[in-house]
């Protein structure tokens, strides 16, 4: 499958095999990959380009690309991923965090900073990153953090642990049903999104993801319709709802929130000037 002894070689036929399979990201992976096998920075990989590989770690290189080539992500390879500069264990019971979603924990600190809201609830959590980094990067009194998947919750207290996020209270729960009467300044979600339909057609690295963390009944729009209706009883007076879209149905969404009686909606773009987050409050 590869030829080669070095790091220059080893990347550079890696490269070629993964880009013959069709990988579109073929160079990175094949960096990222060769990076964690020789535990070093990938930045730092030029720097030893002539070193040359003992067979354990060619060995170990060769299955990792296979794996790649076979459409498993690298970061379930790897068992790593980065968020907001912060680090976190990831394996098949949580989705891998994305890069789009790092726009969901800035405006959750921008509205935190400007309103002095003090506490936040992150609904569906996973791996903890949104909560982990909430809780690293802003000045909340109190975060909460809820996920049904008990599974996914071991993992996000792992990386509460990893990122010295100590104060974050994970709580197993079905979106609102086990947290009582408490209420929030902020309720943040990045909640599952996907149709049925819009998941049949996905790439074939979302096979390797949790579904129950992709998929939502009612064309998608079942967690919008549960946090839309539900939300307001566990909001503060001004609290704030920032939750991630499908961008696909951002106005349907949209709607959700003002048949609800939300004000104050608004839906902001990202940086590839999708619709990628909605904005709503609740006064009462």
Known sequence: MLTGESVYTLL???????????????????????????????????????QKLTDKQISQYKEHILRRSQREPAAYITGFAGFMDFEFKINRNVLIPRPETELLVEVALSVAKKENKKSVLDLCTGSGCI????????????VTALDISKNALN????????????????????????????KFDIIVSNPPYISETEYSALEPELEYEPRIALTAKDGGLFF????GSRALNYLNNDGVVLIELNANKFDEIRQIFLDNNYK?????NDYANLPRILKAKIFK
């Open 12 to 50: 550079k036929a890696a490269e070629k095999f993964l880009n013959s399979k069709g990988l579109t990201d073929s160079k990175a992976d094949s960096e990222v990959l060769l990076s964690f096998v020789l535990q070093i920075k990938r930045s730092k990989l030029h720097l030893i380009r002539d």
């Open 264 to 268: 104050e909606i608004e839906i902001i």
């Open 155 to 182: 993992i996000a207290k792992e990386n509460a642990k990893i990122n010295n996020a100590t104060d974050i209270d994970f709580i197993e729960s079905d979106i609102f049903d086990s947290i009582g009467d408490r």
């Open 131 to 142: 909560a982990i980094s909430l809780s690293k990067l802003g000045a909340f009194d109190n």
């Open 224 to 227: 919008y319709n549960e946090i």
